[in-house]
């Protein structure tokens, strides 16, 4: 039977301790559309989609394919409906290799035996046929989370799912990868597979999809065409107030210098070569220094070294006229904030509440502690005002356990921990990444307010718009070196990428800006 | 009132109680149905020796013997409460030594080892000072922090070399137990502590009231007449709070769970990783060396020196005891309790039936079994109430199903 809807979603409504995440949410995909699910950091999207891959069983509402109505218990039985997902968080087998994890549960066997010839071949035809690129002899461990995806992707097709599901897909990849995992797309779209396609970012789903659906806070707010919509509806609807999608700030007034880094060096983790190598530049107060680049230049080496997190292997660095090249994690900490590249490596404690996250940089303090014990309602009073001040969404309120918050709101609860410790220097790495417009709008603003009360910001970001629209200079790294040094005022995006692909550079190495 | 105590069943620690009450009341059957099974098949015992069986399982630590007309009796029997305390003090605090690894994020399977150490310290400081010279006291202080430092020093070394070799801490425990064991043999091998005088025995060092260091009876003799209760019980219910004030009130309890939870999170946050995971073993390690030198110092207990072949199971009996707990350090005491008095039971059972006190083991095997899945029952718990809640839900529901027409019309085109 041939319904124009393959997939319609009715009504469906799920709860979780203290919220509801998806209330009364009707979803219609047709066959061979690509169908954009957009809304707000913890909207419910993943919590819907999980839903219909089988990962959460709603309390209402049902699933129909084809008009069929269906029960989805598990991700097995959405497997044999054809449904597949590629979750944000991918869900890989580090020690595996890329085959092992595409076949893994839809192996096939003979007498018991895995028949890895016959698999790999299969893998081998898709992968050429999408232009989907992966090494399968690789342990998962040691490729880029590009590949990792492009795996992910692979194991839904090698499973012969017609439904895709791509959960905020391009939150990690460079702009390149996303422009290829958008082709792929829509490749997947003309041959009638039908595409569910969660993204932030308004200018993907512009560009790839043909319906929008959005929600707002768990509700269902209005499904629209892509041809009839543009990116400043989209944004008032998903948030539901107009939005300001320029940033908005004045120019800056830099003051004194408050970091100084001169000749600086940090090793590769890996390989022999340095990550950071010779690297000089300042930032001063009430300036916003943006580190532009590439994925994979040696940026998050370069923080590691600042922040303490990695030895540096030469030069100096001197924060508000100390020298603090060897000084400890702690020590350095005194003067300087730093929002994580990796909210759940480096930024929280996942299995501590929400209150023992919002302390993790101050709980030594006399006003959290007395004689070593932790003053439990001065924690508390300081989380609820944290919560409230800058808008941290959760289920219980303090006592949240951090696993359970959505990214958007874990990533608001670390800005809002590092910008209130009030420290002159603010090391932020990518703190938009996969964030909704309505919180990038909130932390773009924030930051440019603790710019403008005399702090020095280091950025680091691989967005361009970001680094175009929030950076008061540009520095451009490019294999470990700054390449070059711009003026966000004269230069263009085009110009920014050149350097950033190494094409052109101002600097040579050693003579740095 | 009723949302108070659904209130209550959603808390976790509610989920642990339940679950681990669970895994007792299973085990506790299973251990029955042993009994009820032997018991049939044997026609010395029949269905009435069976129920006497079964009647000890639960409540044979009530246990007063049997009347003149051979029927059991039950009562307060002070004797073997006071034992099943006595027996309780080292398993707390080797549960403890496992709880607290737990907790911020290491196995601590070395807990044999640091208990031998903690063993032979505190019996060579006991019986090395003269008594006729320095107050017994005061040795008995000295021999109490010398085996909990031994231990300390003993799960130091596991803890470094997770912390800088990045080795995992089971594979280092479970050598350190084995070294603990040969090492501890070869000391006392060469040693003169070896008890030669009473020769009816051999391969037991002296007991410590030997040259009266043992521990006092602070009247607890009074309350439990006939049984080997020592003030250590006290010690160790004092030591139990202490760890759970630390693990949740103090910011180095914060900085333990912080590194246990994630290491790198904490790094990040300037707290010293490395030192933590090495001060975690340590204190671990100290809390069995404790759980030593409280048992053998309680001058009633003898030291079957040559271990190598053998590791004590107080100190792998740790881990049940932390599991049923879910780790919780108050918790500890009452698990700790109730797995010795298991051990009573057994004895009960072999003193008062045909049965013996193998089918006590048969009992924490399953319990042991039981408690690693407390964490599934919990689950299973949590997952009860979710369905619960949605049959009701099913149930208000029916008139207003889904109807797909608005559907349609909501899904079409614009807003
Ligand atoms: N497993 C869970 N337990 C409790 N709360 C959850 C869980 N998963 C999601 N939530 C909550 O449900 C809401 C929706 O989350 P999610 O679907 O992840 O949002 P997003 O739209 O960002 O993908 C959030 O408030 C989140 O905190
Ligand atoms: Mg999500």
Redo the contacts with the bound molecule.
């Keep these: 039977m041939e319904t124009e809807n393959i997939i319609e979603m009715l009504h469906i409504t799920k709860e ?2 203290g ?1 509801i ?1 998806n209330d009364d949410i009707t979803l219609q995909l047709r066959r061979g559309e690509i169908h954009a699910l957009l ?1 707000e ?8 989609m999980s839903v219909l891959f089988g990962l959460y069983q709603p309390e209402a509402g049902e699933i129909r394919k084809n008009g069929q109505v269906v029960k989805i218990h598990n991700p097995n039985d959405a497997t044999a409906l054809g449904i597949g997902m590629v979750h944000q968080h991918f869900k890989l087998i580090d020690v595996f290799t890329v085959l092992d994890n595409i076949i893994l549960g839809a192996e096939t066997t003979k007498l018991g035996f895995l028949q890895k010839k016959e698999a790999r071949k299969k893998v081998e035809a898709l992968s050429e046929r999408y232009g989907l690129k992966v090494d399968l002899d690789a342990k998962v461990e040691d490729i880029t989370v590009g590949m990792q995806q492009r795996v992910e992707i692979l194991k839904m097709l090698y499973r012969d799912n017609e439904i895709l599901i791509f959960d905020e897909p391009t939150a990690v990849l460079t702009p390149q990868e996303i422009d290829e995992l958008m082709d792929t797309m829509r490749e997947f779209a003309k041959e009638g597979k039908s595409i569910l396609f969660i993204s932030h970012k308004l200018n993907e789903i512009m560009a790839v999809s043909d319906r929008v659906t959005v ?1 707002r806070k ?1 509700k269902y707010v209005g499904t629209v065409n892509t041809k009839d919509t543009d990116q400043q509806s989209l944004s008032n609807m998903m948030v539901g107030r107009p939005v300001q999608l320029k940033v908005d700030k004045t120019p800056a007034k830099p003051g004194d210098v408050v970091l100084d880094v001169k000749g600086l060096s940090v090793h590769a983790r890996t390989r022999k070569k340095d990550a950071v190598h010779d690297v000089s530049f300042q930032v001063r107060k009430g300036e916003i220094v943006c580190i532009a680049g590439i994925d994979g230049n040696g940026q998050t080496e370069l923080v590691y070294g600042l922040t303490g997190l990695e030895k540096c292997s030469g030069g100096a660095v001197t924060l508000c006229g100390k020298d603090i090249s060897h000084a400890s994690i702690h020590q350095r900490g005194e003067n300087m904030s730093h929002i994580p590249e990796d909210r759940h490596k480096h930024g929280l404690v996942l299995d501590f509440t929400l209150e023992q996250n919002l302390v993790l940089q101050r709980y030594r303090e006399p006003e959290f502690q007395h004689l070593g014990f932790i003053k439990k309602g001065a924690v508390r009073q300081y989380a609820e005002r944290l919560i409230e001040q800058y808008d941290v ?3 219980q309120g303090p006592v949240t356990i951090a696993r ?6 874990q990533q608001k609860a670390i800005i809002a921990r590092e910008v209130d410790r009030d420290k002159p220097l603010i090391v932020a790495v990518q703190p938009t990444r996969g964030l909704d417009v309505g919180a990038i709008e909130y932390i773009h603003s924030q930051l440019v307010a603790e710019r403008d009360k005399g702090r020095a910001v280091l950025l680091v970001s691989l967005e361009l718009d970001e680094v175009m629209s929030l950076s008061d200079r540009i520095l451009v790294m490019y294999e470990g070196e700054i390449v070059g040094e711009l003026d966000p005022a004269t230069t263009t995006v085009q110009e920014l990428g050149l350097y950033m692909a190494g094409a052109k550079r101002t600097t040579k190495a050693g003579e740095q800006a | 009132m009723k949302q108070k105590i659904s209130g209550l069943y959603q808390k976790d620690g509610t989920k642990s109680v339940l679950a681990a009450l669970i895994s007792i009341i299973i085990g506790l059957a299973v251990g029955s149905l042993i009994i009820l099974a032997v018991g049939v098949a044997n026609p010395t015992l029949g269905l009435t020796g069976a129920w006497d069986g079964i009647r000890l399982v639960f409540v044979g630590i009530l246990s007063t013997g049997r009347d003149a007309a051979g029927a059991l009796t039950f009562g307060f029997n002070p004797t073997s409460v006071g034992n099943m305390l006595f027996r309780a003090t080292p398993l707390i605090l080797t549960g403890l030594s496992v709880a607290v690894a737990f907790k911020t994020g290491l196995f601590n399977i070395g807990a044999p080892g640091q208990y031998l150490m903690g063993t032979a310290a505190t019996l060579i400081i006991a019986l090395s000072i003269p008594s006729d010279v320095v107050p017994t006291w005061l040795i008995w202080w000295l021999a109490f922090l010398g085996g909990a430092l031994a231990g300390a020093l003993w799960g130091c070394i596991p803890g470094l070399v997770k912390a800088f070799l990045n080795i995992n801490e089971v594979l280092a425990c479970i050598m350190t137990n084995w070294i603990a064991a040969n090492l501890v043999t070869w000391v006392f091998d060469g040693s003169n502590y070896r008890n030669l005088v009473e020769n009816t025995k051999s391969g037991y060092i002296y007991k410590t009231s030997f040259n009266g260091v043992e521990t006092a009876k602070l009247g607890l003799d009074k309350l439990f007449p006939n049984s080997q209760v020592n003030g250590g019980i006290l010690v160790a219910i004092v030591i139990a709070i202490l760890m759970y004030v630390l693990m949740t009130k103090t910011t180095l309890g914060y900085e333990l769970k912080a590194c246990g939870s994630n290491r790198h999170a904490a790094r990040y946050a300037g707290i010293r990783d490395k030192r933590n995971i090495v001060l975690s073993m340590a204190i671990a390690g100290a809390l069995s060396g404790a759980a030593a030198a409280l048992y053998y110092l309680s001058g009633n207990t003898e030291f079957f020196w040559s271990t190598y072949q053998s590791l004590p199971a107080t100190g792998f009996n740790g881990i049940p005891v932390a599991l049923l707990a879910a780790s919780n350090p108050i918790a500890v005491i009452f698990t700790g309790c109730f797995m010795s008095m298991l051990d009573i039971v057994g004895l009960q059972l072999t003193n008062l039936t045909a049965y013996n006190e193998y089918i006590t083991d048969v009992i924490i095997a399953t319990i042991v079994y039981l408690s690693a899945f407390t964490l599934v029952i919990k689950t299973f718990l949590s997952g009860r109430k979710k369905r619960k809640a949605q049959a009701a839900r099913a149930q208000a529901v029916p008139e207003e199903a889904p109807k797909p027409d608005a559907a349609e019309g909501k899904g079409g085109d614009g807003v």
């Design positions: 979780f301790p919220i995440a809304g950091n913890g909207a419910g999207k993943s919590t819907l929600l768990g969404r959760s289920g359970s918050m959505s990214g958007g709101n």
